[in-house]
């Protein structure tokens, strides 16, 4: 299997982001869906009004599929790496998941990076 937990990968980044990187936290297969992977973005400047400094850095919890990871990531930077803590944005995703209402990224990460600070900017949420 080419993901593992616990890496940390390049990936095809937005302008101005070339240092982010991203984690995989967790790995599940669905029936329907096939195989969740679950992924932290880090180092990035997303624009939001909550943020002291007028930027978030990072997205703890995002659930993609294996090929819209495939289609994004460029090299494995460390095989094993201090995860962020997302057990809360997961436990969120996973309860509304069960109940129909989220769902699972299918577009690359740069893409949910421009949606995800689209969201943040409009107040319009998004869950996952």
């Given amino acids: 299997m080419k993901y593992k937990v616990g890496q940390e990968w390049n990936y095809k980044t937005r302008k101005g982001e070339e240092s982010s990187t ?5 790995i599940e297969e669905y029936p329907e869906q096939g195989k969740v ?4 973005i880090g180092q990035l400047k997303v624009k939001s009004p909550e943020s002291k400094d007028g930027f978030a850095n990072e997205l703890t919890h995002i659930p993609i599929t294996e090929e819209a ?7 494995l930077k460390n ?10 944005g997961y436990d969120y995703w996973k309860k509304e998941f069960d109940k129909g209402n989220a769902g699972i990224f299918s577009i690359s990460v740069p893409e949910i990076v421009d949606l995800m600070e689209e969201s943040i900017r409009t107040g319009n949420g998004i869950a996952e």
């Fill in 69 to 75: 990871l495939d289609e994004s990531v460029t090299a």
């Fill in 37 to 40: 992977i679950h992924i932290s």
């Fill in 22 to 26: 991203l984690k995989i936290l967790k």
């Fill in 79 to 88: 095989e094993k790496v201090k995860l962020p803590n997302y057990i809360e």
